[in-house]
């Protein structure tokens, strides 16, 4: 039984890790599902038809050879739901945001979504960029070396290009690039989307997008993550499960949430040297254990097997 559980523990936590931004486990990510739902009051989609108005991306149902269908069904945003993409196309879509803090805090700022893709393999491809100082400067997040120091891939990074053999997730973290470009709360994020082709028509799909997830926020201090600051044990757990502190800590406090993101357990002003996993009800399954004290944040990982 405990190896079942870890088996599938393991699954979901690999599914954590590629499928869904976490927020830093501060809040739940806004969801952009093109279904005429879930739409984040504070991110706004253009399709730019003004610098090209040929622009071919289109939101509605796929109704291609390869591109047949949407992540979550009905729609996607894709080069054209009916038609194969023209040659010589440049076409672009951005999401436009107002940072929440996650950049000029340098705390939770994610990216991450689903994509569908059918080209001819180098010569017809996607990029995914980002702006943050209003358009001056755009970063292409798949090729770039100079500032990929300042984020992080949790995905593999998404090939645009050729054939993804179904849908894919992608997840970035960008938090990191607020430092080097000085965001300030309030700046406007940009994120664009382009999808070119080459002279030659290729008769094929293009590329597709579904379940964007975006995260920017923080928690009113500027927290540092350390995963050192605690041990925790035993793991699997049934009953107990010891927190061992680096160091003792006037203020602490002590959230634990499902892989899903679903909070449990909170408590502000934590003391005890254990929580009773059984007293809170936790059932079997993977959890994240959040633990901060004035300065400093850990994650830890933990299984509950009855």
Request: negative net charge; hydrophobic residues 35%.
């Amino acid at each position: 039984m405990k190896k079942l559980l870890l088996s599938i523990s393991l699954t979901l936590l690999a599914t954590i890790s590629f499928g869904q931004v976490t927020c830093g486990f501060i809040a739940m990510p806004e969801d952009w599902n093109f279904d005429g739902s879930n739409t984040p009051f504070d991110y706004f989609l253009q399709i730019d038809t003004i610098s090209n108005p040929n622009n071919i991306w289109q939101i509605g149902v796929p109704q291609k050879s390869i591109i047949n269908n949407a992540y979550s069904s009905p729609n996607v945003i894709i080069t054209d739901t009916i038609n194969h993409y023209p040659p010589n196309d440049t076409s672009v879509f951005v999401f436009k945001h107002i940072d929440n803090g996650g950049y000029s805090y340098h705390h939770s700022a994610e990216l991450a979504g689903y994509y569908k893709v059918n080209s001819d393999s180098l010569n017809d491809y996607g990029t995914i960029e980002i702006s943050l100082n209003k358009g001056t400067t755009w970063i292409n997040l798949i090729t770039d070396t100079t500032y990929s120091d300042y984020y992080y891939w949790h995905s593999e990074k998404p090939i645009l290009t050729g054939n993804s053999n179904g849908w894919q997730n992608f997840w970035v973290s960008l938090a990191g690039l607020g430092s080097a470009f000085n965001v300030a709360f309030g700046d406007t994020i940009l994120i664009k989307f382009t999808f070119i082709s080459d002279p030659i028509a290729d008769n094929l799909d293009g590329l597709a997008y579904d379940n964007f997830q975006f995260c920017d926020g923080w928690e009113g201090i500027e927290e540092i993550k350390d995963n050192n600051l605690i041990t925790v044990y035993p793991n699997p757990t049934n009953n107990l499960l010891y927190i061992i502190r680096q160091t003792q800590q006037t203020k602490e406090s002590v959230q634990i949430f499902s892989y899903t993101g679903q909070l449990f357990y909170e408590d502000g002003n934590f003391k005890s040297s254990f929580i009773d996993t059984k007293k809170i009800n936790l059932p079997d399954g993977l959890y994240f254990l959040k633990y901060s004290d004035t300065r400093k944040i850990a994650i830890k990982s933990f299984i509950v097997s009855n």
